[in-house]
């Protein structure tokens, strides 16, 4: 299923986009597309079905906002470095483990919101990225299979950096990750169903209509399974929890001076298979 939530921001109602492209409205079943939702299998199951009768009222989707297809997130786990192609353009060494930082879950927009180019930067940068939605609570998983049991589903991902923040301004990264927009998500929640191998997936970024990032999640160091089971050694992975994975070669950080930084009136559109496309404006803020 691909779940979505649709409206002005924070008034967003809960939809469904069927096999024929129709958006359909889910809020006379559920309340919200949340944690609660993706843990409580009985009333995904009762979403299937509806979508399968063809009974959801249809909604006209002419000028209507997509929101985050996720609510009330609690956590934004992300993966530093975790692309092979990523880490030869930056210089950076191949991580023996996972590079976890976090985002906090208000710097989530729509997937077509505008992005501010925080005050004084100077070095914002983008970062298409796969994010993995869970669905079961998750903790001290033991395998891969397990691991991926406990994915509810999958999302397009713009992990936003300011890399002068993060890089230059001393402490961790968390300086340059989490101003306000940074966090793109969606337009859909894909079910894990519809994503049989989601190491198999091309990911795609332009700025201005030029392409800057053209990848695929087999370049990842840590797959997917891995990063799900390595994330819940540490901490515990709640349903609507989010893990970005991290983003393949072609960021501005990587390219020759004189980096192309965004600005205010840029165009940024990102795609990942089979999961939708976003685009945002930057301006200002």
């Not at 983008?126 to 299979?145: C, K, Q």
Request: hydrophobic share 40%.
């Amino acid at each position: 299923m691909k779940l979505l939530r649709v409206g002005t921001a924070g008034a967003e109602r809960p939809a469904l986009l069927d096999q024929d492209g129709t958006l359909r409205d889910l809020s006379g079943l559920v309340t919200d597309i949340d944690g609660a939702l993706l843990a409580d299998e009985a009333a995904l199951e009762r979403v299937r079905a509806a979508a399968a009768s063809g009974e959801l009222p249809v909604v006209d989707s002419a000028g209507l906002r997509t929101g985050p297809p996720v609510a009330r997130i609690g956590k934004i786990v992300c993966i530093g470095l975790n692309y092979h192609d990523h880490a030869r353009e930056t210089g950076a060494d191949i991580p023996s483990e996972p590079i976890i930082f976090f985002k906090a879950p208000d710097t989530v927009v729509g997937p077509d919101d505008t992005v501010l180019v925080p005050r004084k930067s100077v070095k914002t940068d983008w970062e298409v990225e796969l994010a993995v939605v869970i669905g079961r609570t998750a903790r001290y998983l033991d395998s891969h299979e397990e691991a991926l049991a406990h994915v509810a589903g999958y999302a397009v991902s713009h992990d936003v950096s300011e890399r002068e923040f993060q890089i230059e301004r001393g402490g961790q990264w968390d300086k340059g990750k989490n101003c306000e927009t940074f966090n793109p998500l969606g337009p859909w929640l894909v079910t894990a169903d519809e994503v049989p191998d989601p190491q198999a997936l091309s990911l795609t970024l332009s700025v201005n209509g030029e392409r800057k990032q053209n990848g695929t999640t087999a370049e990842q160091i840590f797959p997917v399974a891995e990063v799900v089971r390595y994330v819940s050694q540490f901490m515990t992975l709640y349903p609507g929890d989010v893990i970005n994975t991290g983003t393949p070669a072609g960021v501005a950080l990587g390219q020759p001076e004189p980096k192309p930084y965004l600005r205010a009136g840029d165009v940024v559109e990102l795609e990942i298979t089979g999961l939708g496309r976003q685009r945002q404006e930057l301006k200002d803020a």
